[in-house]
């Protein structure tokens, strides 16, 4: 079954303690990415892949590293949390053809 | 990059049917795609439209006009289940990226 899988779901953690959230596609697609959602605020993209070791930012990426060592893992890393980056996130992997986006479930960090 | 307007909330009844628009302003067009979230999912794939015209899909159906930069996604028949945040997200090649732009999203509620 083609998906995206993301963890943790659910994370609540302290201000500065590092975390890592991991994102894992099956579909062999190249591009990936990641975005936050905050109510009023709709999706807005973190980072962004093109393929292995090709990365770039989205319209949000402070605060935030992400690395592409293999094709099918996308992590999130967050070095030092702050309470502002507390959101639902959300990785998708992009079909080639069509562009569509297949989501992971998301995951709700809160940092306090 | 993209602009991407949208309403935030539209009400409608059990039955009828409704207009979801989205206008938005790119410099690179590269196709349009309307994803449905329920509260607390990720979002799924609804339409995707590169040129202009409707695309019908069952109840839903999906209108582009490249010349005005405008898109409606029409929901007909509606159900209690169709209540959801409908997003509109545009693709723009200018930008480098193949993946797209999201607007702030339209809550849609259905009462009976």
């Known amino acids: 079954e083609a998906q995206v899988t993301q963890n943790p779901r659910y994370l609540i953690t302290v201000t500065g303690k590092k975390l890592t959230v991991t994102c894992s596609q099956n579909?062999?697609?190249?591009?990936m990415s990641w975005y936050r959602q905050d109510p009023g605020l709709g999706l807005r993209q973190i980072y962004y892949s093109m393929n292995v070791e090709v990365t770039d930012k989205g319209d949000v990426p402070e605060g935030y590293k992400v690395s592409r060592k293999e094709k099918r893992n996308f992590p999130l890393i967050l070095e030092s949390p702050s309470p502002n980056q507390t959101s639902l996130y959300f990785c998708a992997s992009v079909a080639g053809v069509t562009g569509e986006l297949f989501f992971g479930e998301g995951s709700r960090l809160t940092v306090l | 990059g993209q602009n991407i307007d949208q309403p935030t909330e539209m009400t409608a009844t059990e039955g009828a049917i409704v207009q979801i628009n989205c206008t938005y302003q790119?410099?690179?067009?590269?196709?349009l795609f309307w994803y449905q979230q329920h509260a607390g999912e990720a979002p799924t794939f609804l339409s995707y439209n590169v040129l202009d015209g409707l695309e019908e899909k069952g109840r839903f159906s999906s209108f582009l006009s490249r010349s005005k930069g405008y898109s409606y996604l029409l929901l007909k028949e509606l159900q209690m289940k169709d209540s959801a945040s409908y997003l509109c997200a545009v693709r723009d090649r200018s930008g480098g990226s193949y993946i797209p732009t999201f607007g702030r999203g339209t809550s849609l509620i259905v009462h009976p």
């Open positions: 790119t410099s690179g067009f590269n196709g």
């Open positions: 579909m062999n697609h190249e591009y």
